[in-house]
C-alpha cells in the first residue's frame, strides 16, 4: 500500500516551471515533517526542501530562490513549486514522510530539463 504518492514530474525547458505534488490516501499529512529529495543514478540523495507541521520550511542552498515547498493540509498535499529550471535539475523527486519513529516514501516522480 503506497502511503505516498508523487505527481506532477515531467520534461520541461529550461527555465521552465512544474509544480510537484505529494499526497497521501492513508496518513494526515499536516502531522507530519515532509521532505522532497531528488536522485541522480550514481549520485547521492539530495535534500531539496523540508516543511513542518507547524509550517517552517528549509530549501537547499542549491535550489533556494527558484524552489518553494508548501502544504495544503485541506487537501492534504504537499507542493514543490519548481521555477527557473536547469538542466542540473533534473532527477527523480520523491517526498517522505517523518513523525516520531514513523517513516514513509514515495515511489517518486521523474523530473527531466532538456531543451
Known amino acids: 500500500q503506497a502511503h505516498l504518492v508523487e505527481s506532477g514530474g515531467g520534461l520541461v525547458q529550461p527555465g521552465g516551471s512544474l509544480r510537484l505534488s505529494c499526497a497521501s490516501s492513508?496518513?494526515?499529512?499536516?502531522?507530519?515533517?515532509i521532505t522532497w529529495y531528488r536522485q541522480v543514478p550514481g549520485k547521492q540523495r539530495e535534500l531539496v526542501a523540508s516543511?513542518?507541521?507547524?509550517?517552517?520550511?528549509n530549501t537547499a542552498d542549491s535550489v533556494k530562490g527558484r524552489f518553494t515547498i508548501s502544504r495544503d493540509n485541506a487537501k492534504n498535499m504537499v507542493y514543490l513549486q519548481m521555477n527557473g529550471l536547469k538542466a542540473e535539475d533534473t532527477a527523480v523527486y520523491h517526498c517522505?514522510?517523518?513523525?516520531?519513529?514513523?517513516?514513509?516514501r514515495g515511489q517518486g516522480t521523474q523530473v527531466t530539463v532538456s531543451s
Open positions: 517522505t514522510a517523518d513523525m516520531n519513529l514513523l517513516h514513509y
Open positions: 492513508t496518513i494526515m499529512l499536516r502531522f507530519y515533517t
Open positions: 516543511i513542518t507541521s507547524d509550517g517552517a520550511t
